[in-house]
């Protein structure tokens, strides 16, 4: 199965679960084609080990397109590795030079914990986005499509927000594994858009307190998670933030929104 | 209340604090160091010693000059706190250091902010205590001839409780004033203490590297078209001039002490 | 036996509103009353789930990856078709609906594909209102683009991303439902079979993927909305967990499972590098609008490009055979995904292919750059170039990419009528999951209409009707049927455990990938069906001997998750041989060798083979049993695809 020439030493991040001690655990990669991505490198890892009746690494993956946002790996100090703008997945092992030594890590931060070797557990950033990160409308609206025009600066820009795959790696990045990018990025989406006024303020506090309740650090607009995203979400979408909760908190009338439960 | 309570308890409320005390801090950087600059002029501490008088006497400027003091405490604080709960939010280390792109400044502000806060304390022990509540300092005398406009000055021996005279006599403004010239003279004629002082610009200017345009992101005000000026006065106004400017005090009085 | 797809009577363009008037309505205040059950959380699952719980019903969803944003919808790039007619070029529900009819080459039901013609306009209102972020134009109006096949501009569409955007905009919705109390979200957990009380769905078994739990869920409903089964070919467009588990279970708890054979092969993927590969890249067919295909026109200009002898950009224009341009003056690069699918690989078989390996034929924007600029080509398409050379480590602003057909969907799944329901009452299958409206080839930019059409609009309508039926009684999950479902799942999931053999399960995939791609990919034969047949059941014997499975149940196992959905693979891959085997014509992305007009194109079998063909289980290594709904055509006439 090997094709390629390329002979590797990793060191990799090995824990049973969420309750034991991890350890590094070095494997060699023999035989790597330059053309693998990343992932297929370990694969083939993976495959060796099972050959041998070993369990292989876990790491988390599911598109390998990087759109789905599913995989992460802390890859000798970068999230998703060296390269910008791209997830781990879409990382070709021609990045990499024959007899390097790699060190990967999982995810750290309290708010993601562990699950096993490199997979950490990222549902605080579905809680966070349960807790207000929607526009309340049911199915079947009846307004066109085209009955409220945004000016496609506008829309441009929210869709630039929008493309957060919620891989994690701003927080990975982040010396304080701030999360305020992440959150950022779906506040400012909907908070540009004309959809998204009527719960502008209410919305903003409600994520920023699940933000908080999760133990995500605070943001010191280092700038770090801007250069490590995958989908180039830019900083100013924190600052977006910022601005409308302060405006929400300080100014405005309504709280945090609570909904009725139809019940 | 409680409503308050809660927002300057969240993470964004608490960044706030930090924003807007550090930028009340950089405005107080501009007047202090608009001041300072009187030790240049070659008078023998006149209108240093005169403008120190002014700034711990005039009570509208002692209000903010609490207020200051607060905002440097408060600042100092938070930023504890906020440190501890960012430990806290990764509490297993990384074994690879992290590589991602961020300025040196922007990931060692507690650093550069501890060195700042012992610097406060020394600089402030020196001259702001002993100014306000020791008998170290001497008295000066500045006669100056008001059809001539020269100035004469020398020793005053005061008696205790003796704060401030201005008089005129025969046509000569005698003006008797605490000596803080002498005290920062003599201070600055010390090579360590002048290190000192020149590393804790270099700290400031760090700083406020990150600090001046961090605090304008964190207050939310971005603008395509003013983001930029905000950066550059950042960088060149309190990066480079202020701490200039500061650190250029201790530099020439030791090198005048020299001779 | 005969199926009944219930469809409604009456005129096409009233079927529907017919048909939701005479369906049964649950009381407002019983809907709570009653538990819906919702595999999947991509378009059709997530769109569902949110719906319903919107309703009043009570929802429990379910996903294998991590969160419901994962799902691979999200990768969907090009974008979604909608009858609104907004570009005024003469687009309408009526056109919308033969399109797509002729596009699936006449083997799906006119009254759901009307139907699907029909919401789609309801869909792109409901996105916008979600925040979805579609292109606009300067004015602020949504933009269209034409897409594969379509002489109209009726796609929307979100950059490179669309799928990301709509899937991001039904997570929203369902994370709405969450927050409310109406969703009980259950992620990484994988289904693993469904539970049927007299014949009827009443709940599913699931592992936990940390802990490895088994458990039984209770319901009045099941819907399994688990997307497609192009994972059987190994290497596809699919993301690697795509599978067919729940979908093959409920197949062998009853379940017919329809047209399996119906495999949409995509034209422009980035082609293979070797055998390391574990996944294909989709180049977005919108590349297809201003870029060109071909090939060289001789073997001996192939054959230099092989070696690298010479770069593409050298060929000359003479040299050059513009295949699609020159087949389909009328098309051009345009054609159907199966008809420019089925012409790469015949370059290649001509001996006339590209690339290092000779898989490949060429996608050339020089003409575009040339003509538009470097900025323009780029604007509209600089993520996908980008993707490219990050790939290949290729500039394809200076070579023209290479491109080869690779699995992408699948029209085939269970078997439903027109209302979702599969021949199991009680249990749906919604979006890539079933076969329903795509017929044998779909269409670009439907994919995502008809998930979103199904989640949104069409089960909110037809479930209520089942529920109203079989009334708000708790589901009694004492009975037997639980139990001994459960235990099933625990002895396979023991027997896949005891595999200690010689060969991983990863191995055995990729070499039943191999022979579905070798037999039953682009161009099927008798003889050649014939033999995947046995190549198929002699590599699942030796699986279920000479397979590896490491590791326990009671802890996080990617290598037992794998083995079980191999597994099924293994059996479905038979089903599909025997589908194709069954259909001596050609239709769409089914391409039969022995049936194909003078000049090369699929040729149908009308009188023989306008049914759809679903197949029922009859027990391990028991033949299946054919069942046909025979398509009628009321409104359209059946004619030969052409796109000269």
Redesign the interface.
């Given at each position: 199965m090997s094709t390629g020439n390329m002979n590797l030493t990793l060191?990799v991040?090995r824990q049973k679960n969420a309750d034991t001690k991890g350890a590094?655990v070095t494997y060699k990669a023999e035989g790597i084609s330059p053309d693998m991505s990343f992932l297929e490198m370990l694969d083939v890892v993976n495959e060796g080990l099972i050959h041998k009746g070993d369990e292989p690494i876990h790491f988390d993956h599911d598109c390998r397109e990087g759109i789905c946002g599913m995989c992460s790996l802390?890859i000798?100090?970068?999230?998703h590795g060296?390269k910008n703008a791209i997830t781990t997945c879409q990382l070709h092992m021609r990045t990499f030079h024959d007899g390097e030594i790699i060190?990967i890590?999982p995810w750290?931060?309290?708010?993601f914990p562990v699950i096993k070797d490199l997979a950490v557990d990222r549902s605080a950033f579905d809680r966070i986005q349960q807790a207000g990160g929607f526009v309340s409308v049911n199915t079947g609206v009846t307004i066109d499509a085209n009955a409220i025009p945004i000016p496609k600066v506008i829309a441009d820009e929210a869709f630039n927000s929008a493309t957060c795959i919620g891989c994690g790696a701003c927080v990975a990045?982040c010396?304080?594994?701030?999360a305020m990018l992440f959150v950022s990025a779906k506040v400012t989406q909907l908070g540009m858009l004309p959809q998204g006024q009527p719960e502008r303020y209410s919305r903003v506090q409600a994520m920023?307190?699940q933000?908080?309740a999760e133990?995500?650090?605070?943001?010191?607009?280092?700038?770090?998670c801007e250069?490590?995203c995958p989908k180039e979400i830019k900083?100013?979408n924190?600052?977006?933030?910022?601005?409308?909760?302060?405006s929400a908190?300080?100014f405005r009338e309504e709280?945090v929104h609570e909904h009725a439960t139809g019940e | 209340m409680s409503?308050f309570k809660?927002?300057f308890n969240?993470?964004?409320?608490?960044?706030?604090i930090m924003a807007l005390t550090g930028l009340f801090l950089c405005t107080f950087l501009i007047v202090h160091l608009g001041g300072n600059l009187l030790l240049f002029s070659n008078d023998d501490g006149f209108g240093f010693n005169v403008y120190a008088n002014f700034l711990t006497h005039f009570p509208p400027i002692e209000v903010i000059a609490y207020l200051l003091y607060l905002s440097i405490l408060v600042h100092a604080l938070y930023a504890l706190i906020?440190t501890i709960?960012?430990r806290?939010?990764?509490?297993?280390?990384?074994?690879?250091?992290?590589?991602?792109?961020?300025?040196w400044s922007?990931?060692n502000?507690g650093l550069l902010g501890s060195i700042l806060f012992l610097f406060l304390v020394i600089h402030m022990g020196d001259f702001w205590f002993n100014y306000k509540f020791s008998d170290k300092l001497g008295f000066k005398e500045y006669k100056t001839d008001l059809a001539t406009g020269e100035t004469k000055s020398g020793i005053y021996q005061a008696s205790p409780g003796f704060e401030k005279s201005v008089s005129v006599e025969n046509n000569v403004e005698i003006v008797r004033v605490k000596d803080l010239h002498a005290r920062v003279a003599s201070s600055f004629s010390n090579l360590i203490y002048v290190i000192f002082y020149v590393i804790a610009m270099f700290a400031v200017s760090f700083h406020l590297l990150?600090g001046f345009?961090?605090a304008?992101?964190?207050?939310?005000?971005?603008h395509r078209k003013y983001t930029p000026i905000v950066s550059a006065i950042g960088t060149w106004l309190f990066a480079v001039i202020i701490p200039l400017g500061f650190a250029a005090m201790p530099v020439v009085y030791y090198i005048q002490s020299l001779k | 036996m005969s199926l009944d797809a219930k469809i409604p009577e009456g005129p096409l363009a009233e079927k529907w509103s017919k048909h939701k008037f005479n369906l049964k309505l649950v009381n407002p205040a019983n809907k709570r009353k009653y538990d819906v059950i919702v595999v999947g959380t991509g378009l059709a699952g997530g769109a569902a789930a949110a719906s319903l719980a919107e309703l009043g019903y009570n929802v429990k969803a379910f996903c294998f990856q991590d969160s419901p944003r994962r799902a691979h919808s999200i990768a969907a790039q090009g974008g979604i078709n909608a009858a609104k007619n907004y570009q005024n070029d003469g687009d309408s529900v009526y056109r919308l609906f033969y399109d797509t009819i002729k596009g699936g080459d006449y083997r799906a039901r006119e009254g759901n594909v009307y139907r699907l013609a029909e919401v789609s306009v309801n869909i792109i209102d409901q996105c916008v209102a979600q925040g979805v972020p579609f292109a606009r134009e300067y004015g602020g109006l949504l933009d269209n683009r034409s897409f594969g096949g379509s002489q109209v501009s009726r796609t929307f569409y979100a950059r490179g991303q669309t799928g990301q955007q709509l899937l991001l905009g039904a997570y929203s919705a369902l994370n709405r439902q969450i927050h409310l109390g109406k969703v009980k979200m259950y992620t990484r957990t994988e289904m693993l079979d469904v539970v049927t009380v007299d014949g009827q769905a009443k709940g599913i078994v699931t592992r936990n993927l940390i802990t490895g739990e088994i458990e039984t869920h209770s319901g009045h409903a099941v819907l399994l909305c688990t997307g497609g089964y192009g994972n059987v070919f190994y290497l596809s467009t699919n993301a690697i967990g795509s599978n067919v588990t729940a979908a093959w279970r409920a197949h062998k708890r009853g379940a017919y499972f329809a047209n399996p054979c119906y495999t949409q092969i995509h034209p422009t993927c980035i082609p293979v590098t070797g055998d390391h590969q574990s996944k294909l890249t989709l180049m977005s067919e919108s590349l297809r609008n201003d870029g060109r295909v071909w090939a060289p026109k001789t073997v001996a200009v192939a054959e230099q490009l092989r070696k690298g002898a010479i770069r593409a950009d050298q060929v000359k224009e003479d040299d050059r055979d513009y295949f699609l341009e020159r087949k389909y003056p009328s098309f051009g690069n345009l054609v159907p995904r199966d008809v420019a699918s089925r012409n790469a690989k015949e370059m290649v078989d001509d001996g006339r292919g590209v690339g290092g390996s000779g898989f490949a034929v060429f996608l050339d924007f020089a003409d575009a750059i040339h003509r538009l600029g470097k900025d323009a080509v780029a604007a509209k398409y600089g993520n996908l170039f980008d993707m490219y050379y990050q790939i290949t480590d290729e500039d394809p602003y200076k070579q023209p990419m290479r491109i080869y057909p690779a699995v992408h969907y699948t029209m085939g799944g269970l078997w439903v009528d027109y209302n979702l329901s599969t021949n199991i009452p009680g249990l749906y299958a919604l979006g890539e999951c079933n076969f329903s409206d795509h017929g044998a080839n779909r269409l670009g930019a439907s994919a995502l209409m008809q998930g979103l059409a199904d989640g949104y609009f069409v089960i909110p309508y037809t479930l209520g009707d089942y529920l109203a039926t079989i009334g708000p009684k708790p589901v009694d999950t004492k009975h037997p049927a639980f139990e001994q479902t459960k235990q099933d799942v625990i002895a396979r999931i023991n027997k896949l455990l005891a595999l200690k053999g010689t060969k991983t399960v990863n191995e055995y995939h990729r070499d039943l990938g191999h022979i579905m791609w070798e037999y039953c990919g682009m161009a099927r034969t008798e003889e050649g069906l014939t033999k995947a047949k046995g190549l198929i059941q002699a590599l699942r014997a030796d699986f279920w001997k000479n397979a590896i499975v490491v590791g326990a149940n009671e802890e996080v196992n990617a290598s037992l998750e794998r083995a079980g959905r191999v597994a099924d693979f293994l059996e479905l891959g038979e089903l599909m041989v025997d589908d194709a085997l069954m259909r001596k014509e050609s239709c769409g992305g089914h391409f039969r060798l022995e049936s194909q007009t003078p000049e090369g194109e699929a040729m149908r079998d009308d009188e023989h083979f306008a049914f759809v063909a679903a197949w029922e289980y009859k027990g391990d290594n028991q033949p299946e049993v054919l069942n046909k709904e025979v398509l009628d055509f009321e409104f359209v006439h059946l004619t030969q695809r052409s796109y000269k």
């Open positions: 060191k991040w590094f802390y000798n100090g970068h999230p060296p060190v890590e750290r931060a309290a708010a990045a010396k304080n594994a701030s920023v307190a933000m908080d133990g995500f650090g605070n943001c010191t607009n280092t700038g770090a250069a490590e900083m100013t924190i600052s977006r933030m910022n601005n409308d909760f302060f908190k300080l709280g | 409503e809660q927002t969240s993470s964004l409320g608490k960044k706030l906020l709960k960012n806290k939010a990764r509490p297993v280390r990384y074994a690879e250091v992290n590589k991602s792109t961020a300025t922007s990931k502000m990150h345009q961090s304008f992101r964190t207050l939310g005000w971005v | -």
